[in-house]
């Protein structure tokens, strides 16, 4: 899988809105991360349908998951996170900067 096959893949899977909420919410809680039922409860999502989204974010590698005694937390992978950022911001304002030709 290339780069821009890699990031658009995470873009896609942050694309949809339950998704996207589900991650805000994630980063919001820092890196200790939230238990899924806390997830589920804040959201108000079925769980079978928190599962499935939570497992297409774990297959970005936006999210991993941690598992203390009965409970289980999702946490945000932040440097994933950035890895994403930085590759949509790498080329800002290049243009700008080269010669126009004239």
């Known amino acids: ?20 909420s589900i991650f ?12 899924v039922g806390n997830l589920q409860e804040e959201l108000g999502i079925p769980g079978s349908t928190l599962s499935h989204h939570i497992a297409s974010l774990m297959s970005a590698g936006l999210l991993s998951q941690r598992r203390e005694g009965r409970v289980l937390y999702c946490v945000p992978e932040y440097d994933r996170l950035n890895v994403v950022l930085d590759f949509l911001q790498e080329e800002c304002c290049q243009d700008e900067c080269a010669p126009t030709g004239e």
Do not use: C, W, Y
Request: glycine share 10%; proline share 3%; no cysteine.
């Open 24 to 35: 805000r919410r994630l980063v919001r809680s820092g890196h200790q991360g939230l238990a």
């Open 1 to 20: 899988m290339t780069q821009v096959e890699d990031i658009a893949k995470a873009l896609k899977e942050l694309g949809h809105p339950i998704r996207l």
